[in-house]
Structures are given as C-alpha cells and as structure tokens.
C-alpha cells in the first residue's frame, strides 16, 4: 500500500487581504493532512499564491509600486495567517518564483510540441477581476455571467491551446472516475458544461507584461490560468526534478477548492495535464462559500469576516473546530458570533472540556493521579469500550470522503459517550465503598483511556487541544500518532496524571 499523500489548497490571489474563506479551504487541507500524517501517511501539502496578471499590475500602479512590491506585501499577511491558524504546510509556493516560471515554459513548450499550441487572433468580451474571456451569448445583461461586473470587448493576437481536441477524453475520464469531482452535485454541473462543447482556449495576452513571458515569444504573456494551475506540479519540481518528489507525490490525491473556480481545476488543468501526457489529479474537491449573519461576504457591506481578529478573540483551536463542524463540506455555510459562541459553550466547554477535567479530577481525588490498572469487566464497560474501534473506522472513511463535520461528529458521539459512562458508573458513590475500589479502577481506567483516543481523533482539527489532553495523560506531544496507537488498553498504569487545567472556559454572553 503506497503510504504518501498529496493535498493543495488552490493559491491565493494577492490582489486582495486573507478572508475567512482562504482560511476555511487551507484548514480543510491541514486538517487531512495533519490527519494522513497520523495515519503514518507520507504528506506532501502544498499551499501558496498566484501573484501575475492584469489585476495585480493595475493594483500596483494604483498604489504606487511595482507588482512585485505589491506581491511580497500582500505575500506576508497570508504567511502570517497561516502561522497564527497552526497550519502545517510543506510547501508554500509563490508565481514569481524561478522555479514555478520554469516549469510553466516547460509546461507550455511541451504542449506546443505536440501541436496543441497554435498563434491565432482573439476577440471576445473579457472581465479583469475574474480573469476570464466569455462569449456574447454567456454575458448577463452585457456584464460578467460570474461576478456581475462590466467586462470590456478585446481584440489582441493570442496563442491558444487546442482544448477542444480533449473533450471526449475528458467526458471519458470523468465517467470512468466517479469520485475524481466532488461533491457529486459538481460533477454534474462539469460533465453538462463539457457536452455543451468546448472551444480552444486563448492562452496568452498582449495588453500587460506582468506575467511569464511566452517562450520564444516575449511580446506575449502566459494567461494567469495556465500559469496559477501549473504550481501543483512545478511545487514538486517539475520539470527538473523528475525523480523526486515528482515522481513519488504526483498525482494529487486532493486539490481541495473554492466552487467559483471549478471550471479551471476540472476543466483547463485536465486537458493541459493530457496535452502534456501527464496523470491527471486523483481528486478536485470544490467547497461551498460562507456568507455572514445571512448576507453575501462583500467589502461595500463591510462584512467580511477576519479570521485574525476571530483568533485573538476566541482561540485558535476553537476557530479551526467551528469551521469545520458548523457546515457540512461541499455546501454553503452561514457564519455568525452567536453560532460561534454556542459551539464553544456546548461542544468544546461543555461536552469535551467537561469530560477531560471530570475524569482527571476524580482521578486526582481517589488514587492521589496515579492511574490504578482495571480490574472488573462490567456489561457497561463492554459496551464503552466497544464503541472505539467502531467510530475509528467511521472517522477514517469520512476523513477521506472530506466530510469533516461527519467525522467530528462521530468523535462528539464518543465524547457523549463517555460523558454518559461517567453518570451510569457513578464514581462518586463507588469511592464510598472499600470493597468496590476495584471496581472504581476499572472505571477510571476505562474513563481515561477512553479520553486519550479521543485525543487522537481530536488532534488533526484542534492540534494545541489534542496535545494538551495528551500531555495531561503523560504522553509526549509529539506522540499524536494514530496508526498503532488507536487500539484500545494502551494507557499504561502506574501512569501519572495532571489535573487538567479548563480547555474551553465558557463564553459569557450578554
């Protein structure tokens, strides 16, 4: 079984400030991948930021310097975020890289090699902000069908690739792979846009000069799509390094994105991948977008949601949870304080806090933090015990589904568990009766160990917290190891045990 995993987050375009949606997409992926590495899983996760294109030069001009002064500005507020989320990325890669512009040149001559690549003219209605030519009959009242926005009639010589001469082959790989769209729903909407026929695709622009010039041909610049798409490859040094990581991480297991760019990861990067004779990735996954308290995020309603002032207000750790717990992934998402601050009371303080200081402060109370060895088996104790490896597998198989709120709520329903284990033993009245003690070990026994796996399960989304418990337990921090170590009866006895400081002190609200 090949044990290496590739995840990306799509990059992120440095004409505007991190919102909330970058930072839900690239949790997305560190969580899987902080997941897969637990899973002894060798991860490669590459996130990053596309810095070329017209938006970018009229953005620089505007404020007064030179697209690459706009660039490693902007670069360093995303790098930042990243940090303060605890995101664990390999890579982090950037367009204006010598790196990514060779593989990019590479990329287009071995295209253009094959004859796919031809010089044409270009007339067609263009919006800037999307990036995007679209055809009379696709307009929307004259404006961009995507963003509403007005788009302007261009007409300028152009390379383009013969992306028509891919469709079948395309429609024939989709159909072969069902899981290669997600959600399901996507899928659809990619196999109706592709029988609708598809034309060649310019690929080049004359009109600016911010980009990777067109090898031999420096009068045009590569158009920002088939440039962006490339750094899943050149992040893995392609061309140069074929036998590295190259050859050992692609293809992609999961290009996890924004729905607004599906089109381009199913559509464009596929055909170039096959023009070239490259794999295609095994995975695009498209997720829904969060609106806020109800209302579209827009900057005119100034109601885009800042994830650095969440994090210094609430916490990291509960940030990453509510994310990826309020919404089911792959559909749209409302954000609100209230349903923040709900999740933090009842989830994280209530249900999980509770749990880990209950269980350590009784420890602490009748076997002075030592954890004593279990001694009696009760049906109870079966039935507790039993439920572990169950919700094991469950987590593992909604983890590679991407269904992230699935998964914590299975981990939720072993918190519930145990929170119930503690009423039906009553500790508290075993501990009154010396011939029972051996009873109460196997209780406590049983309460901690059962702690320490959801600890496991819990860490990939709230790393400091899983940690944290562990530490509590006397387990190093970097033990956070599921393979091997999600088999239950590992905790060993003798083992001394901290009372567990608050993880989540509840929130008061007004």
């Known amino acids: ?80 975020l990243w940090e303060k989320l605890n995101i664990s990325n390999t890579d982090f890669i950037r367009t204006t890289q010598e790196r990514h512009k060779k593989g990019v040149s590479e990329l287009f001559r071995r295209i253009e090699a094959k004859g796919d690549i031809f010089l044409g003219e270009y007339e067609d209605w263009y919006c800037t902000p999307c990036e995007t030519f679209w055809t009379e009959t696709q307009l929307i009242n004259g404006a961009c069908p995507d963003c509403g926005r007005p788009t302007e009639k261009l007409k300028e010589e152009s390379y383009f ?108 990067w596929p055909t170039f991948l096959l023009a070239a004779g490259l794999p295609l990735p095994k995975k695009v996954f498209a997720h829904g977008w969060w609106t806020v308290e109800g209302q579209k995020m827009s900057k005119s309603l100034r109601n885009v ?28 998402g409302d954000f609100s304080h209230a349903a923040l601050v709900n999740r933090i009371n009842s989830d994280l303080a209530n249900d999980l806090g509770n749990l880990v200081s209950r269980s350590t402060a009784m420890l602490g109370k009748y076997f002075g933090g030592t954890l004593p060895a279990p001694a009696t088996d009760d049906a109870v104790d079966d039935a507790f015990i039993r439920r572990f490896p169950a919700a094991i597998t469950a987590v593992d198989e909604l983890m590679n589904e991407l269904a992230f709120n699935k998964a914590l709520q299975a981990i939720w329903e072993l918190v519930g568990a145990a929170n119930k284990y503690i009423d039906e033993t009553a500790p508290w009245a075993l501990a009154k009766e010396e011939s029972l003690r051996p009873r109460l070990a196997t209780v406590m026994y049983n309460l901690l160990e059962g702690t320490r796996i959801i600890a496991l399960l819990v860490a990939p989304f709230m790393p400091e917290t899983g940690a944290s418990i562990l530490a509590t337990l006397g387990i190093p921090r970097q033990e956070l190891r599921l393979d091997g170590n999600d088999a239950w009866g590992q905790l060993v006895p003798g083992t001394q045990v901290a009372k567990a400081a608050p993880l989540f002190p509840r929130i008061v609200t007004e």
């Open 1 to 80: 079984m090949d044990r290496r995993f590739y995840i990306t987050t799509p990059i992120y375009y440095v004409n505007d400030v991190p919102h909330i949606g970058h930072a839900y997409t690239t949790l997305a992926c560190d969580v899987l991948a902080r997941y897969k590495r637990a899973r002894n899983y060798e991860v490669f996760f590459l996130t990053g930021t596309d810095e070329h294109g017209q938006k970018v030069e009229k953005a620089a001009i505007a404020a007064g310097e030179t697209p690459l002064e706009l660039a490693d500005r902007v670069v360093k507020r995303f790098q930042a």
């Open 161 to 268: 690739f013969r992306m028509s001469k891919y469709q079948q082959a395309l429609l024939d790989h989709i159909e072969a792979n069902p899981d290669f769209i997600q959600p399901r729903g996507r899928r659809n909407e990619i196999i109706s846009f592709l029988k609708e026929g598809l034309r060649d695709l310019s690929i080049s622009r004359t009109t600016f000069s911010w980009g990777i010039p067109v090898p031999g041909n420096d009068r045009h610049v590569i158009y920002v799509w088939f440039d962006a798409l490339t750094n899943y490859i050149t992040a893995l040094g392609f061309p140069d390094d074929a036998e590295g990581n190259f050859a050992k991480f692609w293809p992609a297991d999961a290009h996890v994105i924004g729905k607004d760019i599906l089109r381009f990861h199913t559509v464009y």
């Open 305 to 332: 949601v800042e994830p650095n002032m969440l994090i210094d207000k609430y916490g990291v750790d509960a940030i990453r949870y509510f994310l990826l717990r309020e919404v089911p992934f792959g559909l749209d």
